[in-house]
T-cell receptor, first 115, second 112 residues
């Protein structure tokens, strides 16, 4: 059973370009979470999705960022018109169900560098 | 809002030394508490967890006890190894919420 797969592992974008980060959850998991880790900081929650639904996007910046988790295919985190401050590691996690005891499994992350 | 505070690193130890990484939290209700470990260039792996007061989570020689009276979840290991060098994150998940709240992480460096 493959773990949470994120790609690409490393992504370099010039200022103003778009970044697309992909996350395939573990088999059987229908809950996906995105977190951002700025250099030397902890992870900050961005968005929680279930298939075809955004459940909680309270951590997403209001502009330029969007996320989706379609019925088929991976979850996508999209950053439009990237700026240097978007440089960070973006982690995806998945879980089979919601609830306080449920472990979320993390992917290896996508490290975005904006030049 | 909910928050987690960890001791700042790096923590530098010699092999076989005793490890403590402090973690305290602020939360409404009765959160579950977690320790995650991040090895260089990798994602986070769950190290251990505790879901209610006085529970002790343990794994790979690490342990932490959920102390409600002191709102703490300190990580300990009796004898660290070089392979334990990593960044350790304390986190909480509150009942009814879906997002983990992380501390800023503590880097552990173990020398031979």
């Amino acid at each position: 059973n493959a773990g949470v797969m994120q790609n690409p592992r490393h992504l370099v974008r010039r200022r103003g370009q778009e970044a697309r980060l992909r996350c395939s959850p573990m088999k059987g998991h229908s809950h996906v979470y995105w977190y951002r880790q700025l250099p030397e900081e902890g992870l900050k929650f961005m968005v929680y999705l279930q298939k075809e639904n955004i459940i909680d996007e309270s951590g997403m910046p209001k502009e330029r960022f969007s996320a989706e988790f379609p019925k088929e295919g991976p979850s996508i985190l999209r950053i439009q018109q990237v700026v240097r401050g978007d440089s960070a590691a973006y982690f995806c996690a998945s879980s089979p169900q919601q609830g306080g005891n449920t472990e979320a499994f993390f992917g290896q992350g996508t490290r975005l560098t904006v030049v | 809002g909910d928050s987690v505070t960890q001791m700042e690193g790096p923590v530098t130890l010699s092999e076989e030394a005793f490890l403590t990484i402090n973690c305290t939290y602020t939360a409404t209700g009765y959160p579950s508490l977690f320790w995650y470990v991040q090895y260089p260039g990798e994602g986070l792996q769950l190290l251990l967890k505790a879901t209610k007061a006085d529970d002790k989570g343990s794994n790979k020689g690490f342990e932490a006890t959920y102390r409600k009276e002191t709102t703490s979840f300190h990580l300990e290991k009796g004898s660290v190894q070089v392979s334990d060098s990593a960044v350790y994150f304390c986190a909480l998940l509150n009942t009814g919420f879906q997002k983990l709240v992380f501390g800023t992480g503590t880097r552990l460096l173990v020398s031979p």
